[in-house]
């Protein structure tokens, strides 16, 4: 005997105790497949024969199996399932989870089955419990069927029955996943027979006709087409486009799911008493003329259509009305009405039409769905489903989607074939058709509550504490820009290791050695601005801003900080600083150059007392200005003394050190400010091109960052976009490295912050994962404003001197990793919650403790 | 951190004596937080002058282990300017290096230390929080004359003001106990900042060294206060025992107090909660929704209807809900009153399933702390998803900011309001609204109306429309 098995499905194993159950499952499922009522009773009440914790066990067991069927996985229950309670819940849980019931029933001799349990020593029960359980299974066997075993039911009477049966698993029809495409999905024809002819000529596809007329469609190279089904009714020519997409799925050239509409045909030709409505009269009077024979071929071809498929390792998911993630790749009744009639309210319009609940404006699932059923003006991307069809038969158009290029074809209706009930969705009155997002401009607390995990493309899983989002939702709410613009906020960065160098805290030698042992021979060095670090957006014109981004205002763009705060609290010096970096942009022409109409500019920007006003005022002032009057006071008083005759000289140096050191800390902080009155007083540093118009830059080097940016400041005719200082150092070259420290050191000597050394290429995977994005050296002086004053002082810099950087540095990965994915998950146009989900991550690595120091 | 000493009296060094350091030497001393040195920058017969200086070690303390100063000191920030100044850290040091003298004992000269001698103080730098005028507020009080220098923050940038940092020198005749405990009390109450943990034992230490000044002290109520770092329960317990009462009785005529006051004078609050209370009754809501619930006074208010069946507080700060946690008694509540109640964190910026399947909302004084772009998001979240059926909304109204004294023109009333609407503004914006989503809104006026200005708080309700209503 053949048992097959479709994947996934819920499997019950039904048989006396002794039966044989659990061996049969250990031979045919692997052991996590496997749910055994034993072993619950076990994990409850440490006796896995113990009867008293029966209930509670199967808790734990239904509980687990609805876990796993949430998870699409095949689950088999090994309980004996001989009484028809027993089974009830587990084909009602199957139900809720759209799964298909399988049926194994060990219909053993009662005695065979006694003589097993007699030679195990933990199944000392009763011979009656046996016999009763042999008879309950008896008669349960007759309705089987009825219970919601009809399809896959397996009886087997003998132990040899037992050992030469096979398993066979097979995928369900839903499941494609093997089949990668590429793809030409076309929507909803209804008869359109010109229009599909004409589509499937701009895709590529080469269309003849045969001397016995019928016509031969041969893809495009190894392209497929998939029909969102509806070829029927309303249209001109619905014979001929079935014939047509008949003729293609026969030859594997086309993927077909049935729609409403040809449901309802095939029930009208199967003799069905069928309304003749909503253009069916149409499809039978077409119909009518044609042979019997290929009648029946019609109704059986659109009877034999699968509700759905899950294609491309379910990256791709095509069904006639749309399909909730929960319900992908799964078979019941319940699917395939979603399938073909989405979901409704139950109410109706006022156009007598049915109120569809918005699945898609809720859809969080992985794959991308690819829909049709309710006509709209233009396709538009909600939460990675769309709705292509485009009302043909209403005079809109036919259109099609590219898979994977995401691309729309579309070919204009010849006429209008059918009066629409209800006019088109007029575009005017939607909300702005944004590429990415849609109808998901609103975010949902549940896409960043809790503890979270993030998959991301360079670094694994990044996991969020609960404690952190938390601190991140406050912030985030209540101080960033709009989260449509936050495509990206920058990561943290680690300092070099800490040097040995006498009164040094920093070397850029410890940065090159860093990458020479991660296998990196070029570096390049940046000047390290002191000032804020900040994101500049900036769009060709404010219509691009409401397009792309889907915010409201007329604004070019948007400056905010590394926290995601609007990072001018005057909107019109914002609106003039974005001025001048578009017209930097003109001026190189640099739309053209990326074809793009924003760029995301990752910048610093000066004088950093334009941000840090309050802590100068706050902190750093106040300390100096303290420092100094009290260091004053105490030296004119020791000098007194010492004058005296009493030896206090030893204080009396250390005093005069210190009070040095602050007039060096207050110098350094002082560099760092200017005052501000316009843009003219402002500087811009940009120093990474993140990301155009579909695409991030993270595969180019630093060099082209820099050499790309320095063009364009070069080129600005405004003060404000300044250049940064680079070089290249090749770490396995002393003079080379050499060369870079003299920089180094005439940069903070002159009072510079420093330098951030990084790879040469953007990304680097190294022997251990990801590499340091960059590693930050900053000079002696600068340090003084966040170590203190008196840092340098040797019994103050020993004392620094011990300090982990690996928390610092996994953190700089963690947020590295996410910065990068949800900028490339913006440029791919996944809906706004996905991008929000890593910026909202970095925001709440932001709250994780970490020395503030490094 | 220098603090000099001197005195005139005759002979001048018998300061030595009271301070129980000598003259000709230099005397060091460790400290739990740093070094401090004693010597004497003059000591003549005719005049004497001792200086205590105090080291506090910067980089020690931040390297210590967490929790063995109190956290919101300024430790979090490494740049700090606690090494500089006159703080409690020079108040312990001056309990640890001159503790006879503090206590006014002195074994060689007994009858010295009960003389008042003329004393001149020189703090080289002393944070006055409130200025020169509580400086002077504190210590004249008590026969000082006060000489007070104030610096800049930075005389590079003048633009930024000064500091809140004086060079003080006070002058007096007074014991030198006196004079050493009005300083240990009075530092840190200028610097209005402690360097560890304040609890009872503080009451202990104020009493015991300002016990004979401190009684008939005009500044008594915020010197008690500072110095117990602004804690309620403290400074109630300490005003009464200074006042010579017991701590029940304080009790009982601060609440009278309290009580005397509201009758008097009703606050806005009190008006804005009491009209939303009664609004949400009237609409017969059963389950309600307080947005931005704040520190809880309007779930307090909503807890004591029994109509309402199912009260959720939310809000956007976790501090806050916490402090609501506390204040509403919750872990003190029944398991019934616990299910009638829900806290939880959530912002209005994103839609939330928990806040569906309520009828009444109330959104008080919250809107204004949104930034204007992101009203879109609250208006769906709110309106489209949870869609309750009341909902009550109120904000301030600018028009009738000018009736506000103490209000520079053209602030908002807080600094965190990101927007404040006029009478005009407010009901576009709600009319919008209600035609959006299918309500319907009406506005009322909150508190003392005025003419051309309005009330200062403006409230609207919105009503869901009924769909069944509408299609029929």
């Known amino acids: 005997m053949i048992i097959k098995i479709p994947e996934p499905s819920l499997i019950l194993l039904i048989g006396p105790s002794g039966s044989g159950k659990s061996t049969f499952a250990r031979k045919h499922f692997k052991p996590t497949e496997v749910l055994s009522s034993d072993f619950c009773r076990g994990l409850v009440s440490d006796d896995e024969t113990d009867q008293t914790a029966t209930n509670d066990a199967f808790e734990v067991l239904r509980f687990i199996a609805a876990k796993r069927l949430a998870a699409g996985k095949v689950t088999v229950i090994d309980a004996t399932n001989v009484q028809v309670e027993a089974r009830k819940p587990l084909v009602a849980l199957a139900r809720e989870y759209h799964y298909l019931t399988v049926a194994i029933v060990f219909n053993m001799p009662a005695k065979l089955c006694q003589e097993r349990n007699e030679v195990r020593p933990d199944r000392n029960f009763k011979s009656h419990v046996v016999r009763q359980q042999s008879q309950q299974l008896r008669r349960s066997l007759r309705g089987l069927k009825r219970e919601g075993f009809r399809n896959f039911l397996y009886v087997m009477s003998t132990p040899e029955d037992v050992e030469t049966v096979q398993v066979e698993r097979q995928p369900l029809w839903v499941n494609r996943t093997d089949e990668q495409g590429p793809f030409d999905i076309i929507g909803d024809i209804h008869g359109c027979f010109d229009e599909l002819v004409e589509l499937l000529e701009e895709l590529g596809y080469e269309i003849s006709t045969q001397p016995n007329g019928e016509t031969v469609v041969q893809p495009s190279q190894g392209r497929k087409a998939i029909f969102v089904g509806d070829f029927v009714d309303r249209g001109p020519k619905v014979t001929e486009v079935l014939r047509l997409v008949m003729g293609m799925q026969k030859t594997g050239a086309a993927i077909c799911v049935p729609g409403n509409h040809d449901v309802k045909l095939v029930r009208a030709l199967r003799g069905k008493n069928v309304n003749p409505t909503h253009g069916l009269a149409e499809s039978l009077s077409q119909l009518e003329q044609e042979s019997t024979e290929f009648k029946t071929q019609i109704a059986e071809f659109l009877n034999d259509l699968v509700s759905h498929y899950v294609l491309d390792n379910g990256k791709l998911v095509v069904a006639h009305a749309g399909m909730r993630a929960e319900l992908q790749g799964r078979a019941s009744g319940r699917v395939r009405e979603f399938a073909l009639y989405g979901e409704t309210t139950g109410e109706t319009d006022d156009f007598g039409l049915p109120i569809r609940v918005d699945w898609a404006d809720e859809y969080r699932g992985p794959g991308m769905v690819v829909y049709g059923h309710t006509p709209v003006a233009e396709p538009k991307w909600v939460n990675r489903t769309i709705n292509i069809d485009t009302g043909c038969v209403f005079g809109g158009k036919l259109t099609a989607l590219r898979y994977p290029e995401k691309e729309l074809v579309s070919v204009p209706a010849r006429q209008t074939y059918y009066e629409p009930t209800k006019p088109l969705p007029d575009e005017v009155n939607e909300l702005p058709s944004v590429k990415t997002q849609g109808y998901d401009d609103i975010l949902d607390i549940d896409d960043v509550r809790g503890r979270r995990v993030i998959s991301t493309r360079l670094h694994h899983n990044v996991t969020i504490r609960e404690e952190n989002t938390i601190t991140a939702l406050e912030v985030i709410s209540r101080f960033a820009v709009d989260p449509k613009w936050l495509i990206y906020l920058p990561p943290t960065m680690s300092p070099t290791e800490t040097t040995n160098i006498p009164g040094l805290l920093e070397h850029p030698t410890e940065g090159f050695t860093y990458y020479r042992k991660q296998g990196v021979s070029n570096v390049i060095w940046e000047e390290k601005h002191m000032g804020s670090r900040t994101v500049v957006i900036v769009c060709r014109d404010p219509e691009t801003a409401k397009r792309r981004f889907g915010v409201a205002d007329d604004t070019l763009g948007i400056c905010y900080t590394r926290t995601g705060r609007r990072f001018f609290d005057d909107a019109t010096v914002e609106t003039e600083l974005l001025r001048q970096v578009k017209a930097a942009i003109d001026k190189v022409n640099y739309w053209e150059v990326f074809s793009t109409d924003w760029i995301c500019l990752d910048c610093e920007l000066m004088p950093w007392s334009v941000k840090a006003q309050e802590l100068l005022r706050q902190q750093y002032a106040p300390v100096g200005t303290s420092a100094r009057v009290a260091l004053g006071e105490a030296i004119a008083s020791l000098e007194t003394t010492a004058e005296q005759g009493v030896d206090v000289s030893h204080i009396l140096d250390d005093y005069r050190q210190r009070a040095e050191a602050v007039t060096e800390y207050v110098k350094a902080y002082q560099q760092y400010c200017w005052q501000v009155q316009s843009v003219a007083d402002l500087k811009l540093a940009p120093f990474h091109l993140l990301a155009t118009e579909g695409a991030v830059y993270f595969d180019k080097n630093h060099l082209w960052h820099m050499e790309t940016l320095s063009k364009l400041c070069q080129n600005s005719e405004d003060t404000l976009l300044f250049a940064t200082h680079y070089g290249v150092v090749d770490v396995t070259d002393d003079t080379s490295q050499t060369e870079a420290i003299r920089r180094w050191e005439e940069l903070t000597e002159d009072g510079g912050e420093g330098i951030v050394i990084k790879p040469l290429d953007f990304i680097v995977q190294g022997k251990r994962g990801l590499v340091q994005p960059a590693v930050k050296c900053r000079g002696r002086e600068y340090l003084r404003i966040i170590y203190g004053p008196e840092y340098t002082l040797p019994q103050n810099l020993e004392r620094l001197r011990s300090r982990g950087l690996s928390h610092k540095r996994s953190l700089a990965l963690r947020e590295f990793a996410l910065g990068v994915e949800a900028l490339e998950r913006f440029v791919r146009c996944e809906p706004l919650s996905h991008v929000h989900e890593c910026v909202f991550g970095i925001l709440a690595l932001e709250s994780e403790a970490v020395d503030p120091r490094l | ?472």
């Open chain 2, 1 to 472: 951190m220098l603090l000099t000493i001197s005195t005139a009296y005759s002979p001048a060094t018998d300061l030595g004596y009271l301070l129980h350091k000598h003259p000709a030497r230099i005397q060091s001393f460790g400290l739990a937080f740093g070094q401090a040195h004693v010597f004497y920058p003059e000591a003549r017969t005719e005049k004497c002058t001792a200086a205590l200086l105090l080291d506090v070690d910067a980089v020690g303390l931040i390297r210590r282990p967490h929790g063995q100063f109190a956290e919101n000191f300024a430790l979090a920030q490494y740049v700090s300017d606690r090494p500089y100044v006159a703080s409690s850290f020079l108040s312990v040091a001056i309990a640890r290096v001159f503790s006879s003298a503090l206590s006014g004992k002195c074994k060689e000269r007994p009858e010295l230390a009960e003389t008042e001698i003329p004393l001149k103080v020189k703090l080289s730098i002393l944070p006055c929080r409130g200025g020169e005028k509580l400086l002077r507020r504190l210590f004249e009080p008590l026969g000082y004359t006060v000489e007070a220098e104030r610096h800049a923050l930075d005389t590079r940038f003048p633009d930024w003001g000064e500091s809140r940092y004086f060079t003080v020198t006070l002058e007096t005749t007074c014991r030198l106990s006196e004079l050493l405990t009005h300083l240990y009390i009075l530092m840190p109450v200028l610097d209005d900042e402690k360097h560890y943990w304040v609890g009872d034992a503080e009451i202990e230490k104020l009493l015991k060294h300002s016990n004979d000044w401190l009684a008939d002290h005009p500044e008594q109520e915020s010197i008690v206060r500072r110095y117990l770092k602004h804690q309620r329960r403290l400074t109630r317990q300490a005003l009464a025992q200074l006042r010579e009462e017991d701590a029940q009785e304080a009790d009982e005529t601060v609440q009278a107090q309290e009580e005397e006051q509201v009758e008097k004078w009703i606050g806005l609050n009190e008006i804005r909660l009491a009209t939303v209370t009664e609004v949400l009754k009237q609409c017969g809501a059963r389950r309600v929704l307080d947005l931005g619930c704040g520190e809880g006074k309007l779930l307090r208010k909503l807890l004591a209807e029994k109509q309402f069946e199912k009260i959720v507080g939310m809000d956007v700060s976790h501090h806050a809900l916490r402090i609501a946690q506390e204040r509403l008694n919750y872990d003190r509540l029944t398991e019934k009153q616990k299910q009638r109640l829900c806290l939880f964190q959530g912002s209005l910026s994103y839609r939330d399933k928990r806040l569906v399947g309520y009828d009444g909302a109330a959104v008080i004084e919250v809107i204004e702390h949104l930034d204007l772009p992101r009203l879109a998001a609250f208006e769906r979240g709110l309106f489209e998803f949870a869609c309750p059926r009341t909902v009550v909304l109120t904000t301030p109204n600018i028009e009738y900011n000018v009736k506000f004294e103490n209000l520079q023109a053209g602030r908002f009333r807080h600094k965190d309001h990101r927007f404040e609407w006029t009478r005009d503004e407010f009901q576009s914006w709600a009319v919008g609204v209600a035609k959006r989503f299918d309500y319907t809104v009406v506005f009322h006026p909150i508190g003392p109306e005025a003419e051309d200005v309005g009330s200062p708080t403006q409230m609207a309700v919105f009503t869901r429309g009924d769909r069944e209503a509408r299609t029929t």
